[in-house]
């Protein structure tokens, strides 16, 4: 059984930094494409960032380029999303996904599972 479980988020003050954290189950983690989506309330969910299954490539969102960095770590199943500099625009509950070598990283419909998503407030 597949399955996705966030961590990391929280409350943190404008200009600090968190670390997500996305463990994998019941999937042969190398073959995945790994992203994270944001979705605050009453807005559409967005990819934040994404790293292909290689490890090679990555994509940002213009609104985080710089600040955030996805990482993966094969040996342990996870995905990282270190998240520095935090402004309050990037309240959102943060979600991880999985898609079966995706072929485009940054298109939401390419990802197979979900997980139920962590909560992260950034307050000034």
């Known amino acids: 059984q597949v399955q996705l479980v966030e961590s990391g988020g929280g409350l943190v003050q404008a200009g600090g930094s968190l670390r997500l954290s996305c463990a994998a189950s019941?999937?042969?983690?190398?073959?995945?494409?790994m992203a994270w989506f944001r979705q605050a309330p009453g807005k559409e969910r967005e990819v934040v960032a994404a790293?292909?299954?290689?490890?090679?490539?990555?994509y940002y969102s213009e609104s985080v380029r710089g600040r955030f960095v996805i990482s993966r770590d094969n040996a342990k199943n996870t995905v990282y999303l270190q998240m520095n500099s935090l402004k309050p625009e990037d309240t959102a509950v943060y979600y991880c996904?999985?898609?079966?070598?995706?072929?485009?990283?940054?298109?939401?419909?390419?990802?197979?599972?979900w997980g139920q998503g962590t909560q992260v407030t950034v307050s000034s």
């Open positions: 019941g999937l042969t983690f190398s073959s995945y494409g």
């Open positions: 996904a999985a898609g079966y070598r995706v072929l485009r990283i940054d298109v939401l419909g390419g990802y197979n599972y």
């Open positions: 790293i292909m299954w290689t490890g090679f490539s990555t």
